[in-house]
């Protein structure tokens, strides 16, 4: 792993550097002050999860859901829970597919509660269905973060 990281801000959405070591000291933003980690999902909309997606160095895994479907709601509790099991290493996300239409057709998100795990600007994982378990998805996410991360 690189020594700097580049990790997007959840408030204000600036870009900050900082060392990997430091990422289990709570690191904050320096430009607004706020965590950069919040130990629960992170709602964006397009412009948002384009930026996680492009500028942050760190795992982004996405939630791809819409309030009136009925897994999605199901599956809600355990993400949350996995959002504490998995940050600051990964930065966990939702995005209302019914907000971000465009955006769910561009990533050919076909049904919901659809996870997509994004490394370095590309998705390299996709679960679609629901994971009732934060286990199983902080499990989920891991390993295929650690599949890329791994030399071939």
């Given amino acids: 792993m690189n020594d700097t990281l580049h990790v997007v801000c959840p408030a204000c959405r ?6 990997a070591a430091h ?9 607004c002050g706020q965590p950069l980690f919040q130990g629960r999902p992170l709602e964006l909309d397009e412009a948002g999860f384009e930026r996680q997606v492009q500028r942050s160095q760190v795992p982004v895994l996405v939630d791809f859901w819409a309030p009136w479907c009925g897994p999605c709601r199901v599956m809600a509790p355990a993400y949350e829970q996995a959002a504490a099991l998995l940050e600051p290493h990964m ?5 209302n597919t019914e907000d971000a239409q465009a955006l769910a057709g561009r990533l050919n998100i076909r049904s919901i509660p659809t996870l997509a795990l994004f490394i370095g600007g590309r998705e390299v994982a996709r679960q679609p ?4 378990r934060a286990e199983d998805i902080a499990r989920w ?4 973060a650690s599949a890329v991360a791994a030399p071939h």
């Fill in 129 to 132: 269905g629901a994971l009732t």
């Fill in 91 to 95: 930065r966990v996300a939702k995005v």
């Fill in 14 to 19: 600036a870009t900050n550097r900082l060392q």
């Fill in 23 to 31: 990422l289990d000291r709570s690191p904050a933003c320096g430009q």
């Fill in 141 to 144: 996410a891991r390993a295929h």
